[in-house]
Nanobody
Framework: QVQLEESGGGLVQSGGSLTLSCAAS????????IAWFRQAPGKEREFVAS????????TYTDSVKGRFTIFRDAAENTVSLQMNNLKPEDTAVYYC??????????????????WGQGTQVTVSS
């Protein structure tokens, strides 16, 4: 059992930065993949970025490459998402998710068994 709790959302102007944090309670095994997804109003939830707990492999969706960085702190059991040069289209609820038996693409939403409650990010133009 893994519990995830996001924090760090808020309101920021276009071009600004935010760092989201996902705190995981319970045992995080090396096989896990932790990811960030987001869901904008009226849209489906979409993959943003992921990190493998074992080998630190990181994957990003194209729209955030060069602007967002995902990193983990194994000692603290946290995964953070540093978001720079934010755009209005980044406005969404951001969710942290854990895949405890990864055997498919890290972008596949169906692969993730555990989810946090989400944190709102609003980027004003």
């Amino acid at each position: 059992q893994v519990q995830l709790e996001e924090s760090g959302g808020g309101l920021v102007q276009s071009g600004g930065s935010l760092t989201l944090s996902c705190a995981a309670s319970g045992v995080i095994y090396s096989s896990y993949v932790i990811a960030w997804f987001r869901q904008a109003p009226g849209k489906e939830r979409e993959f943003v970025a992921s990190v493998s707990w074992r080998n630190y492999k990181r994957t990003y969706t194209d729209s955030v490459k060069g602007r967002f960085t995902i990193f983990r702190d194994a000692a603290e059991n946290t995964v953070s998402l540093q978001m720079n040069n934010l755009k209005p289209e980044d406005t969404a609820v951001y969710y942290c998710a854990a895949d405890v038996s990864p055997d498919s693409s890290p972008a596949a939403i169906s692969a993730y068994e555990y989810w946090g409650q989400g944190t709102q990010v609003t980027v004003s133009s």
